[in-house]
């Protein structure tokens, strides 16, 4: 790894994510509820669709969080928004050719578990009501160990969901009060034997490594006590330290903030520790127990990426109800209005509420692939016409050894590279100007 610290010099970059090509920023208000019902008019009769639903309530506001959320204590407020997701959902599929069947739901937020279980019921009932659930749908929900007990372990079971995703971030004491993210490890703990009881046994666990005071050997132990809760996968996100979008994360920097080289060796130090239990590295930022459903994609090249990161899900439709949700669709993506109160109004006076969004062209659609591709599988194949206009942006990485040709027309990340994806995969993003959309660091 001599070469670390040149290429943290030249390489650390404001890049996407790529939960989605192209990029959220580069969706237009052009495409709106009409663009939207036309394209939901388009999906293919037998086509298999994803739900995603988005809840963006807590009970209490962590200081560096990137999500779409608002602290809400008012029964009748999530009620009310519940209702307006339970609208939504019918209204789609009164735009929806046939009845679908549904392999996957996930509700994410925001915090899903937080409110009341009625409002998680209504849209539950509404989803089985508009669509075919496939007996063996997988049904996700993130969950705030804080406000987990076991009647909602127990109300989670009984609505059919089967794995749960629970935020952690950090152990750490002096951390987790960097944050405003207090969590004792017993909390978490009793959080997770709950959901054991109730017979929800696949869990995921999230992590966040570039946080004020940590250390190499704190994030060491953090994952040592999370592995010690048996989760079949662990996220380790990167902090994305955007507060000129997110201004509550000002907060964060009354402590320093880890630089480039910190954050790679916070990185390094999870990952070492991870990969010394077993588990094996997906993409990015994922980890899975070997014999987990997403490490089996992972080596049989079926690993995918959406909004909420890499799944297994492969859907070819993903459609999104609530504030801010996206829906990708094989050749669009549409995202609903991040306001709920204007999500609401949409919704209740009968209207889609997408404000942004995009449809693809073919051009779009191949170096989706490309991209997905090196995101999931750092590696892709590249037709010659793509090859020759990345040419100039690829030279770099190619002579410093971050990517390599295969075969000429494969290109694959090298293992000290691998990192570096996010930069890799920008050089076939035509939207993606250097410098000028504001994203979170590469490393
Ligand atoms: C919607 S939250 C999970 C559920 C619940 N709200 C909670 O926090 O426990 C999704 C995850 O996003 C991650 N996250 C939130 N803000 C982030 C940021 N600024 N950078 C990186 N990851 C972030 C956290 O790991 C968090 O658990
Ligand atoms: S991290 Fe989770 S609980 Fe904390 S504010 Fe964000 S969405 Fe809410």
Redesign the pocket.
Known sequence: MQNTSAWLQKYDLPVPRYTSYPAAPHFTSEFGPDAFSGELARIEERSPLSLYVHVPF?RSL?W????N?KVANNTATMMAYAAAVQREIELAATHIAARHKVESIHF????PTWGPRAGREAVTRAIRTQFDVAPDAEFSV????RTLDGEIADELAALGVNRV?????DFDTPVQEAINRIQPFSVVERGVKELRRAGLRDLNI???YGLPLQTPETVARTIELAIGLAPQRI?L??????PWM?KH?KLVERLPLPDAAQRLALFTAAQDTLTAHGFVQIGIDHFAAPDDKMARAAAEGTLNRNFQGYTTDTSPALLGFGASAISALSTSYAQNDPGIDSYMDAVGNGRLATVRGRHLTGEDVRRREIIMNLMCNARCTVGSDLAAQAAPALAPLLADGLCRWENGQDLAMTDEGKPWVRVVAACFDSYHAPGAARH?RAV
């Not at 996100?237 to 955007?242: D, E, L, R, T, W």
């Open positions: 807590c962590c560096y969080c990137g999500c959320m994410g937020g925001g915090t993130e969950a705030d160990p995703s629970i935020g952690v971030q999230d992590l966040i996220a996100f990167g902090y994305a330290h955007v997110k994360q979170a």
